[in-house]
């Protein structure tokens, strides 16, 4: 069984930064694709960033790029989401998910396997 865990969420001011983090009981994710997505009430959960299996490639959603930066530390079997510049337009519940081995980068929540119980972020103005 894979547990995702992600933490790092919380209140901040309109402009402020956060860094989500996320590690896995029960697999090593160093070379598996990942994603965050996140999901505002009465919306669809969507794609934030990306990162591919061999962590070379990345992917950001259009309303974040240059101020999101996804990556990951293999050596602690981790995956980051450092967020700058926040918006209010950013809250949300963030999730943190495991896609396929050596996977290329995927931008549906089909295409991922495991996900973790989600991070309040909430940016206030």
């Known amino acids: 069984q894979v547990v995702v865990v992600e933490s790092g969420g919380g209140l901040v001011q309109d402009g402020g930064s956060l860094r989500l983090s996320c590690t896995t009981v029960g697999r090593t994710i160093n070379t598996y694709a990942m994603g965050w997505f996140r999901q505002a009430p009465g919306k669809e959960r969507g794609i934030v960033g990306a990162?591919?299996?061999?962590?070379?490639?990345?992917y950001y959603a259009d309303s974040v790029k240059g101020r999101f930066t996804i990556s990951r530390d293999n050596a602690k079997n981790s995956v980051y989401l450092r967020m700058d510049n926040l918006k209010p337009e950013d809250t949300a519940v963030y999730y943190c998910?495991?896609?396929?081995?050596?996977?290329?980068?995927?931008?549906?929540?089909?295409?991922?396997?495991?996900w973790g119980q989600g991070t309040q972020v909430t940016v206030s103005s």
């Open positions: 990162i591919d299996g061999r962590g070379g490639n990345t």
């Open positions: 998910a495991v896609g396929s081995f050596l996977g290329s980068l995927r931008t549906t929540p089909n295409e991922y396997h495991y």
